[in-house]
């Protein structure tokens, strides 16, 4: 079969790589994709925008490609899965209409309070004025929320009501048209990506994430520095609540709307002393570290997963996985995540002993060169995690380019428990 995948991230390289290793899959059209792409067998990058639709279709049209599966979310929220459906062609991710669970922070709040889903407690604000009357009253730190996609930089924890008050009035100077309040959760954050044919949601691997710049999760928030999967301290308890009070029943709230969602659903929850759940946010899309760490420990063939996901035979389908841990570190660009230096050259991008994904990367094997804030994406398996994170050291110490900056901490949590 001929396939799609859509984006240019390192998430997107992990999918073209993944997808590569099925007997099922003969071409892989990477749009745009990027140089790491461009090295994977079967794949043929293509340079177009993924928010040209029309563009798009023809594109599928003429090469005859099967089906696809749609890397980030805007793209989604944009309503690529309606455009493709209302042509008869297949694309894994939800509609426009599902997509909102991660593009209106107020509709996925409001779902689940429909659904009974736990979260933190939250109000909704469309005026500057009421939002600062309600500050009055807060518990600090609070965390105010843009509603809408704002590329990770549309949360603040905000320790007091002048800083509250700041990113609101940023919020709406900023153009949104609604902003969150949300009551600050304690605990261990949890990424479970899962996925859903609109009947059944099975989740994947629980990883975690690490989301800002510094060590000891310290600084300002990043797309993400780096994961790890499994989680040893996630008990079958804990696993069972998220499907049970998380995963299923919101997958029955967005039911209950008519909505039927295919494709990925991302929890990403905090996880209580007492081992008890709760919501963060939802993602319409795979995470970006977090699916360079869980997929390669998949065993099952990912084009034949794809292919349930879409005729709808998930009940059907038993997910295998490797024996060990993987662990992924991001590799950044000097500034990231403010300004950073793109053009810089890199060398040692020779694959082993762990595997790179190239998430910012420009040129091909002859020279590269930066071109993204975060630039490659390095994971490394193995039988524990400390040895995982040693092939990620190990492969990242080849690696050279000016200001090159990854920490040196991530599974610090884990690897602390043990
Ligand atoms: P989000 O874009 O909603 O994932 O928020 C980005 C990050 O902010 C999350 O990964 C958390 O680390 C943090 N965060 C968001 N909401 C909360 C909350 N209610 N309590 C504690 N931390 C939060
Ligand atoms: N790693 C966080 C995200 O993909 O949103």
Not at 109 to 124: H, I, N, Q
């Amino acid at each position: 079969m001929k396939v799609l995948v859509l984006g240019g991230g390192g998430r997107e390289h992990c999918l073209a790589w993944k997808l590569s290793q099925s007997p099922l899959v003969e071409t892989i059209f990477c749009v745009p994709g990027n140089g790491g792409t461009a090295t994977v067998p079967k794949v043929v990058n293509i340079a177009l925008d993924p928010l040209d639709f029309p563009a798009l279709v023809q594109l599928v049209q003429v090469q005859g490609i099967d089906w696809g599966i749609v890397g980030p979310e805007v793209p989604l929220a944009a309503g690529v899965v309606d455009y493709f459906q209302a042509r008869g062609l297949a694309l894994i991710g939800p509609t426009q209409q599902g997509a909102q669970i991660e593009s209106s922070k107020a509709w996925a709040k409001d779902l689940m309070a429909e659904a009974g889903v736990p979260t933190a407690k939250a109000g909704v604000f469309r005026e500057l004025a009421p939002a600062l009357a309600y500050l009055k009253q807060a518990i600090w730190p609070l965390v105010v929320k843009a509603d809408g996609l704002a590329q990770g930089k549309g949360v603040t924890i905000a320790p007091n009501y002048a800083e509250a008050a700041q990113a609101l009035t940023a919020c709406f100077a900023g153009g949104q048209t609604q902003v969150v309040l949300e009551d600050f959760l304690v605990g261990e954050e949890v990424s479970v990506l899962a996925l859903t044919d609109g009947r059944v949601v099975v989740p994947l691997l629980a990883a975690q994430d690490h989301k800002t710049i510094g060590e000891g999760d310290t600084g300002p928030n990043t797309g993400g520095m780096g994961a790890y999967a499994p989680l040893d301290w996630l008990t079958p308890a804990t696993l069972v609540k998220i499907q049970k009070l998380i995963l299923e029943p919101t997958l029955r709230g967005l039911q209950a709307r008519g909505i039927t969602y295919r494709g990925i659903l991302y929890a990403g929850l905090m996880i209580d002393a007492a081992g008890e759940p709760a919501v963060v946010e939802f993602n319409c899309r795979l995470g970006d570290p977090e699916t360079q760490a869980v997929l390669p420990l998949l065993q099952t063939d990912f084009a034949h997963v794809c292919k349930a996901i879409l005729d709808g035979t998930l009940d059907q389908l038993i997910l295998t996985w490797a024996n060990g841990y993987a662990a992924t570190v991001v590799v950044t660009a000097a500034g990231y995540p403010g300004v950073y230096a793109k053009g810089d050259p890199i060398t040692g991008l020779d694959q082993g002993p762990g595997l790179i994904f190239h998430a910012g990367t420009a040129g091909d094997a002859s020279s590269w060169t930066t071109q993204g804030g975060r630039v490659l994406a390095v994971t490394g398996l193995a039988k524990s995690l400390r040895a995982a994170l040693d092939v990620c050291h190990q492969t990242i110490a080849r690696v050279h380019f000016p200001g090159m900056y990854y920490r040196r901490d991530i599974g610090f949590k884990a690897l602390d428990r043990t």
